[in-house]
Antibody, heavy 119, light 107 residues
């Protein structure tokens, strides 16, 4: 079964860049979309965006101007950068796999989450 | 953006009870609706996809129904391990959106 693990700084200063990496093990990163989802008490679960293994991306319009995702298939990793962070970006950040079956998409594997505090 | 609204936001139930949670979308999304369970301190876990398809390994007491704008998650006989928060999520288009969650607590 595929496993995902987020890594990155837990504390980021306001106006700086949040950087997280998700390492995928137990399966290939190829053939799938890979998402970042964040969770905060105020906003619940919020989709940040996804990246396809080919590098194609789709971001939440509410964050699009500040987000960049990248993927390294040789390392089985994908990454998130969120620029110009504020306290509103404080959240638990999850990476997740977009599983699919006959055209249906769903998050079938999740990392344990990385708490990022902006302060 | 498509909004998905869950109800109730919380409920209290006893072991063995039948529990129903609803999710309503702001526009028709066909059957592009998924359900997740989140236990405290854990990541969400997929229960149901495409409105009614049980994810592999999920107990059969969980079921989903609905299409268009109205959907239901049912737990036929609540077990101790089912006390958790449940979320719906639409996969009809992007941005993907989630319901606000329903917390199932012990009565």
């Amino acid at each position: 079964q595929v496993q995902l693990q987020e890594s990155g700084p837990g504390l980021v200063k306001p106006s700086e860049t949040l950087s997280l990496t998700c390492s995928v093990s137990g399966g290939s990163i190829s053939g799938f979309h890979w998402s970042w989802i964040r969770q905060s008490p105020g906003k619940g679960l919020e989709w940040v965006g996804y990246i396809y293994y080919s590098g194609t991306t789709d971001y939440n319009p509410s964050l699009k101007s500040r987000v960049t995702m990248s993927i390294d298939t040789s390392k089985n990793q994908f990454s998130l950068k969120l620029r110009s962070v504020t306290a509103a970006d404080t959240a638990l950040y999850y990476c997740a796999r977009d599983g699919y079956d006959s055209g249906w998409y769903y998050y079938d594997s999740w990392g344990q989450g990385a708490l990022v505090t902006v302060s | 953006d498509i909004q998905v609204t869950q109800s109730p936001s919380s409920l209290s139930a006893s072991i063995g009870d039948r529990v129903t949670i609803t999710c309503r979308a702001t526009q028709s999304i066909g059957r592009y609706l998924n359900w997740y369970q989140q236990r405290p301190g854990k990541a969400p876990s997929l229960l149901i996809y495409a409105a009614s398809n049980l994810q592999s390994g999920v107990p059969s007491r969980f079921s989903g129904s609905g299409s268009g704008t109205d959907f239901t998650l049912t737990i036929s006989s609540l077990q101790p391990e089912d006390f958790a928060t449940y979320f719906c999520q639409q996969s009809y288009n992007t941005p993907r959106t989630f319901g606000q969650g329903t917390k199932v607590e012990i009565k």
